[in-house]
C-alpha cells in the first residue's frame, strides 16, 4: 500500500482494521479518531471528554466490495440510484474504492489528513469516471471535512454527500433545529413527494427527507445533554434519515434496535440540486461537526 511510505506525525498510526482493510488511527491530546481508506470513511471522532460523536453499526461489513455502515461515507458521484434513477451501484463508487493517504500533519493536537482517488483508476464495471478527487479531513475540536472534486476532459454531472450518521442517546428523543420552512421530498414509506417542514424535525417514524437547504442543522439531544451543530458550505441539499423499527430489521449490516442511537444528517448537492461541474473545474462539499452544550 503506497499511502504506507506517507510521512506522518506520531499522532497519525497506519494499521490493519476491521476485515484485515487498512485503517488510520488518530490520537491527540484533543480527540480520538478513526478512518478508513477504503471508501475514505471516517468511523469515529471522540473529542476529549466526549462521549463519541459519529455512530457506527456493530453490524457493519469491512469488505472491499460494500460500504461501512456508519460513520462519514462519501456518496459521489451520485446519490442513490442516480438522477435517472438507474445509477450503480447506490450512492456511486466513492465510498467502496480504496484511497490514498498522500498527506497527515499535526498542528497543535489538530490532524490534517489528506485523501485523493483517481477516477481514472476505477472499475470499469463501475462506468467511467472522469473525475480527480482530494478529501480533507480535520480531526481535533471540531471535525472538518472538505471533499473536492474535479472534471476531467469534460463536463461532470454530479451529486455528492458527505453521509454523516450521528450517535445520540434516544432518536426519539432528539430534535432537528435549523430546517423550520424548507421544502423538502419525502422518500419515507407513505411520504408526500414535496412537503415544507413546519417547526423542529422530530423522529416518530421512518424518515427518509431531502430538504432544499444551505444552512446550519442543530441536533438537541437531552439525554446525552449536549447539542451537535452541523454547519455547511457548498451545499444546497441536507438529507435527514432514520431507518425506524421495520427497515431497520432489513438491513443486514445494522442492528434491529441500533436505529434509536442515531440519526443522519448530511449535507450534499442531489437530485434537483445536481450540479454541473465543467471541464477541468472543481467543486468543494464542506462540513463541520462540532459538540455544544444545551
Not at 479518531?33 to 468511523?43: C, F, K
Not at 466526549?50 to 451520485?78: H, K, M, N
Not at 498542528?107 to 483508476?121: E, K, P, S
Not at 480531526?139 to 450517535?167: K, P, Q, S, V
Amino acid at each position: 500500500m503506497s499511502s504506507s511510505t506517507t510521512p506522518h506525525p506520531d499522532s497519525v498510526t497506519l494499521t490493519e482494521g476491521n476485515g484485515g482493510l487498512p485503517c488510520i488511527q488518530v490520537a491527540t491530546p484533543r480527540c480520538h479518531a478513526e478512518v478508513y481508506l477504503h471508501g475514505a470513511t471516517v468511523t469515529a471522532w471522540t473529542p476529549t471528554g466526549a462521549e463519541p460523536v459519529l455512530f457506527t453499526s456493530a453490524a457493519a461489513r469491512y469488505q472491499p466490495d460494500s460500504a461501512i455502515r456508519g460513520g462519514v461515507p462519501l456518496c459521489a458521484p451520485w446519490f442513490g440510484p442516480g438522477t435517472t434513477g438507474s445509477r450503480t451501484p447506490a450512492h456511486g463508487f466513492f465510498r467502496i474504492l480504496p484511497w490514498e493517504l498522500t498527506d497527515a500533519t499535526d498542528d497543535d493536537g489538530t490532524v490534517t489528513l489528506t485523501l485523493t482517488l483517481d477516477g481514472h483508476a476505477v472499475p470499469a464495471d463501475l462506468g467511467p469516471a472522469d473525475l480527480t478527487a482530494s478529501y480533507q479531513v480535520r480531526f481535533g475540536d471540531h471535525l472538518d471535512m472538505a471533499l473536492t472534486i474535479t472534471a476531467g476532459e469534460t463536463d461532470l454531472a454530479l451529486e455528492n454527500a458527505l453521509h454523516t450518521y450521528l450517535r445520540v442517546g434516544d432518536a426519539t428523543q432528539i430534535s432537528l433545529e435549523g430546517l423550520d420552512g424548507c421544502r423538502y421530498a419525502d422518500k419515507a414509506p407513505g411520504g408526500r413527494a414535496v412537503n415544507a417542514q413546519s417547526g423542529d424535525i422530530r423522529i416518530t417514524r421512518e424518515t427518509d427527507r431531502i430538504y432544499a437547504h444551505d444552512s446550519t442543522v442543530t441536533v438537541v439531544d437531552p439525554t446525552l445533554g449536549r447539542r451537535i451543530v452541523v454547519t455547511k458550505e457548498g451545499s444546497a441539499s441536507t438529507i435527514v434519515w432514520n431507518p425506524w423499527t421495520a427497515k431497520a430489521v432489513h438491513l443486514n449490516d445494522f442492528g434491529d434496535d441500533e436505529w434509536t442511537n442515531m440519526i443522519c444528517v448530511e449535507s450534499g448537492n442531489v437530485q434537483r440540486h445536481a450540479l454541473t461541474v465543467a471541464a477541468g473545474q472543481s467543486h468543494t462539499l464542506r462540513q463541520c461537526v462540532a459538540l455544544a452544550a444545551l
